[in-house]
């Protein structure tokens, strides 16, 4: 390479020029932009909250199977308890790579309130109260995930924090696949006005909490700063 | 939630109904074919076994399937209370490693797999959901409040049976020319030797620095095994109605010692359980007489 | 100890001490249920409650309309399987219901060609309880059709062919024996 004297194998074919192969370093449809509202111990922070409630979620989960006795259910709480495993353990590597060399230092709750919805979403154990069970992870908790992933994956940088963004994306496929899940079983649960006010005064209950809490990450989960102009 | 969940409170709807291994060992009437019932020695259908040639292999089939998918409701119980009832930590008393409960969660979404094929399997053998008795043995012999007894209990002792069990679905279907059957005990037996290795890793792992733990954890397997052999129904002996299977068991982490000490363990109770029927029909006859 | 007789029917033993069952019981429900299948016969039902296996087999005294119809079950046969060691109604209504429809067939002439019930291939057996299973649905006996579905394919092959001699079977009321076993011929 660099020489002028080419031999015949360096040649391009008898009549055509070399094509330049300089191109910009993004093509015209890669709009990715480069700023982030988070730095990377803010974004340490937040994944370690999504760990937190993550893990927090999985167990309720789990524990929850052997107390609801609708067999369908049953089934597909053993199903989202491995994708919500699955999620904390995405988080738990990722951790690392945001300079947190001990992952259970920041696996923790956003704050108290966090910690007093998790016990109260959890409270429900009786084989009566699938309602209540189900409307405190599919109507509640789940709906806070999709908007604090949401949020998470729209603002952070796309080029610097591109491998939360890709775990972010598979979490919320599963998020919502879940979703659809836990929200089709509770509508063939709910079947009389009776019904509908026990989920509807849970979800009140635990919606409370979760308002005082601020969100999965705390105040902030979804923006909400002065500076955001809400 | 609490802790730790009690056996006799597993939910299921109206169709189930449960009973225990005390309730089923004060059943004296003889489960073996007596010997004089046996239309040739030679016959594959002379023991217990559970073969097409058996006259009663269909109804036997849909028994032990309908035995299967409730132990499955029981093992999807029993690895999402692993899950739950311990924290993550360094695995000294009440804490498991945070990838052990990873492992379990993900038994849970197994097991829950499990339930639906056989419950389609079920359909497919003409049985109803809780046509026959539910044996709570497996999540009460299993669920210890100790999670390396846990280990030893549900993902050796349980999930081990479950290898040997679904190796005799698997040969049923194939000998009987079931295209599902067949089918799907492959898949599940993939699965279960991976939850028997899940187990035999984690509880050597765990218990590394803690030889007595392990100890005890063995012979709490042990114990659990020998209530598994179901009166002497599984061992390699002429008797048992399944047999070990040894090379799943190899691949999932059993040792020949320990095979052989299983299948010694079926043997004892086979003798038990003999003397016992044996005792009590003596008991029925002479009130007969009488 | 003495069997215990009820009208047509006679239940050995009269007094059960392995499984919770009652004679008296057993006797009601097959004289009901023989007279929704149109027997009149006697019919003597032993009983053997040292097993909790589930054979069950028939025969008759003599080979016409007035015969005796004599019936030996393991104990497991009339079993209620979601309460193990009580009695099942709907078990020993399909028990012995088909017993009592191979009783019957056994009375007809073009049955004669029928072996004893110990005698019967698998596929001779599967073909009956097919052929009586399906005319107990019809009497209004409560019977998972795919039950017998199954038992029919272990010993006919899971194949449309297989399938076809089900439903043969399963339609038909007025039978002779070499039709119950014509699809042997096809395995």
């Known amino acids: 390479m660099g020489d002028t004297t080419t031999t015949s194998d360096d040649e391009a074919p008898s009549g055509a020029t070399a094509a330049s192969t300089a191109r910009a370093p993004f093509a015209p449809w890669d709009r990715r932009d480069l700023p982030g509202m988070f730095s990377v111990a803010e974004t340490a922070r937040r994944v370690g909250n999504y760990k937190w409630t993550e893990m927090k979620l999985f167990e309720a989960l789990g524990g929850w199977i052997a107390t609801v006795p609708e067999l369908d259910i049953k089934m597909r709480l053993g199903a989202h308890c491995y994708h919500h495993a699955w999620h904390a353990d995405l988080w738990n590597q990722r951790l690392p790579e945001l300079r947190e060399m001990k992952p259970e230092r920041l696996t923790v709750p956003a704050n108290d309130a966090i910690v007093r919805f998790i016990a109260a979403m959890t409270e429900p154990e009786a084989p009566e109260l699938t309602i209540e069970k189900l409307v405190g992870v599919y109507r509640v908790l789940i709906p806070r995930f999709i908007s604090a992933y949401t949020y998470h994956r729209n603002n952070t940088s796309e080029i610097t924090d591109a491998p939360t963004i890709r775990s972010i994306n598979f979490i919320l496929q599963d998020e919502f696949d879940d979703w659809r899940d836990g929200e089709m079983m509770l509508q063939s649960l709910i079947t009389t006005p009776e019904d509908v006010q026990r989920a509807a005064s849970h979800q009140a209950k635990l919606e409370t909490i979760m308002v005082e809490a601020g969100g999965i990450t705390g105040p902030g989960s979804i923006g909400g700063s002065s500076s955001d102009g809400f | 939630m609490r802790q730790f969940f009690p056996v006799e409170d597993l939910a299921r709807d109206e169709r189930f109904v449960q009973t225990n291994m005390a309730e089923r060992l004060a059943d004296t009437r003889n489960p073996m074919e007596p010997a004089s019932n046996r239309k040739s020695a030679k016959s594959r259908s002379a023991g217990n076994r559970l073969t097409p040639d058996r006259p009663d292999a269909s109804d036997r089939a849909r028994g032990l399937m309908h035995g299967i998918m409730v132990g499955e409701i029981q093992a999807l119980e029993g690895a999402g209370r692993t899950a739950h009832d311990f924290e993550a930590g360094d695995g000294s008393g009440d804490t498991i490693p945070f990838e052990l409960k990873l492992d379990m969660a993900r038994q849970a979404w197994d097991e829950a797999r499990h339930v639906e094929i056989s419950a389609k399997l079920g359909d497919w053998m003409g049985t109803e959901l809780g046509e026959f008795q539910e044996n709570t043995v497996l999540f009460e012999a299993a669920c210890s409040n100790d999670p390396v007894l846990r280990l030893a209990g549900v993902n050796r002792a349980l999930e081990g049976l479950a290898i040997d069990v679904f190796t005799q679905m698997k040969e049923f279907g194939d000998l009987a020319g079931d295209p599902y059957l067949e089918f799907c005990e492959d898949w599940m037996l993939a699965d279960e030797v991976t939850h028997v290795k899940m187990g035999s890793d984690w509880l050597r792992k765990v218990t590394e620095k803690d030889p007595d733990r392990r100890t005890k954890a063995l012979e709490f397997q042990q114990v659990v095994d020998k209530l598994f052999s179901f009166g002497g129904a599984r061992g390699d002996h002429e008797e048992s109605s399944f047999k070990l299977a040894r090379r799943f068991r190899e691949l999932a982490g059993f040792t020949d010692d320990e095979n052989d000490t299983i299948n010694k363990l079926g043997v004892d109770a086979f003798n038990e359980r003999s003397q016992a029927v044996k005792q009590a029909q003596d008991a029925a006859s002479a009130f007969a007489d009488a | ?187």
């Not at chain 3, 069950?56 to 193990?84: F, Q, Y």
């Not at chain 3, 057996?125 to 005319?135: I, L, M, N, Q, V």
């Not at chain 3, 006919?156 to 076993?181: H, I, K, M, P, T």
């Open chain 3, 1 to 187: 100890m003495a069997a215990l007789v009820a009208g047509q029917v006679s239940v050995d033993p009269a007094e059960f001490t392995q499984v919770k069952y009652d004679a008296n019981e057993i006797a009601a429900i097959v004289g009901s249920l023989a007279e929704t299948l149109g027997v009149s016969n006697s019919i003597s039902l032993v009983v053997d409650e040292t097993t909790l296996l589930a054979k069950i087999t028939c025969s008759i005294d003599a080979p016409s309309s007035d015969a005796t119809i004599l019936i030996n079950a393991m104990s497991g046969a009339i079993e209620n399987t979601k309460h193990l060691t009580t009695l099942g109604v709907n078990q020993t209504q399909t028990s012995v219901g088909r017993m009592l429809l191979r009783a019957r067939d056994r009375m007809r002439a073009d049955f004669a060609g029928a072996g004893a019930d110990d005698d019967l291939t698998l596929a001779e057996s599967a073909a009956w309880d097919t052929y009586c299973a399906g005319r107990l649905a019809r009497a209004g006996i409560e019977i998972n059709t795919q039950r017998w579905r199954y038992n029919h394919r272990n010993r006919f092959g899971f194949s449309n062919a297989g399938d076809a001699d089900f439903e043969r079977l399963w339609a038909a009321d007025e039978l002779s024996w070499s039709e119950v076993v014509a699809g042997i011929a096809d395995i």
